[in-house]
């Protein structure tokens, strides 16, 4: 049980979990957000091909996205497990992530789907907008990434729930105590 993806709405806390649980399983937590950041701080093609995508709340091309992982998920670390954080975002990315785990002769062993309702994830993002100042972290911006989210991401859980991959965990409650209920589902 060590190749897993975790998914849910922006704010669930899909970050702050997927460290945690990445680190007590040994494996990393690969972070497609983490990677778009790092690489617009650093000014690199990739983020500047990013930058416009994530700064209005939509989605980055599945072309930049799909190389980006393949790239990531090649990788020696990743040869015994990961942690996919943040991917696939639509139905077209969940094609490619077979493509990509089939060619690497892997499979998914599980689906973590981190809910909350849509008030807990807007004060969530506004609070860590003050904390943090993420360029993509203000209302406007909030409201159209849950929507987002809705259209293209939701749709996708019926292809792994079709898989018998998926196990809802629920995001609400002291960080220790969601991080536990994880670790359960994955038993
Ligand atoms: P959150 O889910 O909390 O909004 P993320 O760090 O996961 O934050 O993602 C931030 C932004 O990065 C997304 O709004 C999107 O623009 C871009 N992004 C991350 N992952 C993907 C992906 N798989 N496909 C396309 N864009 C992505």
Do not use: C, W
């Not at 650093?42 to 190389?67: C, R």
């Not at 094609?95 to 689906?111: G, N, T, W």
């Not at 943090?132 to 929507?147: F, P």
């Amino acid at each position: 049980m060590n190749r897993l993806l975790i998914i849910g709405p922006p704010g669930a806390g899909k970050g702050t979990q997927a460290v945690k649980i990445a680190e007590n399983l040994s494996i990393p937590a690969i972070s497609t957000g983490d990677i778009f950041r790092k690489n617009i701080k650093e000014e690199t093609e990739l983020g500047k091909e990013a930058k416009s995508y994530i700064d209005s709340g939509n989605l980055v091309p599945d072309s930049v996205t799909n190389k980006m992982v393949r790239s990531r998920l090649s990788e020696d670390d990743a040869a015994n497990g990961f942690l996919l954080d943040g991917y696939p975002r639509n139905t077209a990315q969940v094609h490619e992530l077979d493509s990509i785990l089939s060619d690497l002769s892997q499979e998914i062993d599980r689906v973590l789907l981190l809910v909350a309702d849509n008030d807990e994830l807007v004060q969530r993002l506004l609070n860590r907008a003050a904390e943090q100042g993420r360029s993509d972290d203000n209302e406007e911006v909030i409201r159209h990434r849950l929507k987002v989210y809705e259209k293209e991401t939701e749709p996708l859980l019926a292809i792994y729930r079709e898989r018998g991959l998926v196990k809802e965990v629920n995001g609400l409650g002291e960080i220790d105590e969601v991080t536990q209920r994880i670790l359960e589902a994955l038993k």
